[in-house]
């Protein structure tokens, strides 16, 4: 049964508060995120969500102003912290998956951020460029976290990815696509779908969230490998 079936009773909500500062620095930011606890990946905030979300934050600068489209968002942290601080946010979730969107507006609205004014949902389905792909518009950067936890649903993941890094650009730089991810296997791998969608995927440090970040960087990790990385269009 799909984790957005109806029931007769109604999950337990426990919200959960991120607070993002840096170090040296009085800014600082507090994202609260309903999170329901039923079986289903988008209705908890993983590690590499909370990864991608201060990697975004300690680099701010370049992202206030820019137009974002999160892509399985879930619970939406990285997308809500980014669209807080300045960022034009546009947040996506399957199209299969009503409840999962429906969750994604309340997480909106939980930090005072009006879905349709202050930040976009829509419906987006990895693998099927549905209408709404299409009428995303220009956008500056895609972003994601620990969207590659299963191997079925990875060349979906990057047929999307590739056709929206076509997408024309706010300024002149090209669109790239930010992700973090969890590594759960050595066997899995995407180099040959890299190469037949005509991408390329290159690791970028997470050197400044260990600098500037005040939670121990192992603490914030919990444990897990988790990378980050971006992936561009070949020439």
């Keep these: 049964m799909s984790s ?11 919200i959960k508060k991120f607070k993002f ?9 507090e994202i609260a995120i309903p999170e329901l606890m ?14 991608l979300a201060w990697f975004l934050w300690v680099q701010r600068e370049k992202f206030i102003g820019k137009r974002i489209l999160e892509i399985g968002c879930g619970t939406a942290l990285p997308g809500i912290l980014a669209a807080k601080f300045g960022a034009k946010v546009i947040l996506s979730d399957s199209c299969t998956l009503p ?3 429906k969750h994604v507006n309340r997480c ?7 879905p349709g004014r202050d930040i976009d949902v829509i419906g987006l389905t990895w693998g099927i460029l549905l209408k709404s792909v299409f009428d995303i518009g220009p956008i500056d950067y895609i972003i994601a976290s620990d969207c590659f936890y299963d191997p079925s649903v990875f060349e979906d993941i990057l047929v999307t990815v590739s056709f929206l890094l076509n997408t024309p650009t706010c300024d002149t730089s090209p669109v790239k696509f930010l992700f973090t991810f969890q590594n759960r296997s050595e066997d899995w791998c995407i180099d040959h779908l890299l190469q037949k969608w005509h991408l390329k995927c290159s690791k970028v440090s997470l050197a400044c969230v260990r600098k500037l970040c005040p939670i121990d960087f192992n603490t914030l990790i919990k444990g897990h490998t988790i990378h980050l990385l971006e992936i561009t269009k070949l020439p």
């Excluded at 957005?4 to 426990?14: K, S, W």
């Excluded at 500062?21 to 930011?29: A, V």
């Design 108 to 114: 909106c609205k939980k930090n005072n951020l009006e």
């Design 38 to 51: 039923q079986p289903g990946y988008s209705f908890y905030s993983w590690t590499s969500s909370s990864v």
């Design 99 to 101: 409840n999962t969107l």
């Design 4 to 14: 957005n079936a109806l029931t007769d009773e109604q999950p337990v909500e426990v």
């Design 21 to 29: 500062s840096t170090k040296g620095e009085k800014e600082e930011i």
